[in-house]
């Protein structure tokens, strides 16, 4: 897992208005809580010193749930201003500052992804909304327009039957363009679940598909069998 190599001064660069600290002995070695305590007094020092220790971390969190080194990086500057502008969020009497950190680190990376799919289900809803371009009369065809309309229209309907958990992963994977590795990083699922779920949705996808006339309407079970004996 690649880590953050990102200097001290990108924190001090978000907190321009804030001078720096006279430098600490570095012999210290002050424990997590007691940098937080000393933060909320608004010493910058100890946040650098909070980014120094757990940066690469909170990093490595974010990029395990997100697969993007830029939202990941996003992320880690964000869980480092909260330190910065919320310090008293911490409680002590609740358990070890990492342990917190990492849960704080996990919470925003989902909230992250969650609103990253939300943005490509919405622009995939829009595409599906927009009108096709007109053709050119060159290559104007209205038979082969139906079809593909038809087509299209039976692609839609017959991903609305699958179960969600399936929908999820199709959609991920032919329309989003994720690998099942990422997939299942995405959604927090197993591997072997999510290679699963692809298979079920693909059948049923093809079972629907077969099943289903250009006019909507559904074969029979003698043509759906003569349709699958083909």
Do not use: C
Not at 12 to 30: I, K, Q, W, Y
Not at 96 to 116: A, G, K, P, Q
Not at 150 to 177: D, K, S
Not at 214 to 223: A, F, N, Q, R
């Amino acid at each position: 897992m690649p880590e953050l190599t990102a200097p001290t001064s990108a924190i001090r660069a978000l907190l321009r208005d804030v001078p720096a600290a006279e430098p600490a002995d570095a012999s210290a070695a002050p424990s997590d809580a007691e940098l937080m305590a000393v933060l909320g007094d608004g010493h910058v020092e100890a946040l650098e010193r909070l980014y120094d220790r757990y940066s690469s971390l909170v990093f490595s969190v974010a990029l395990r749930v997100l697969i993007d080194r830029q939202l990941a990086e996003d992320v880690t500057q964000e869980v480092f201003l909260r330190l910065w502008r919320r310090p008293w969020s911490y409680d002590p009497e609740r358990g070890r500052f990492r342990s917190w950190l990492m849960s704080v680190t996990r919470n925003r990376s989902i909230d992250e992804r969650r609103r990253v799919v939300r943005r490509l289900r919405l622009e995939e809803r829009d595409d599906e909304q927009r009108p096709d371009p007109p053709a050119s009369d060159r290559f104007h065809d209205p038979q082969l327009e139906t079809v593909l309309a038809e087509e299209r229209r039976a692609v839609r309907e017959a991903m609305t039957r699958l179960p969600p958990p399936q929908r999820e992963v199709i959609e991920l994977a032919y329309f989003g363009g994720l690998t099942q590795v990422e997939i299942a990083a995405r959604t927090g699922e197993p591997l072997g679940t999510v290679k699963t779920r692809v298979r079920l949705g693909v059948q049923k996808l093809r079972v629907a598909l077969t099943g289903l006339r250009s006019d909507g309407s559904e074969l029979t079970d003698s043509e759906r069998s003569r349709e699958s004996g083909r």
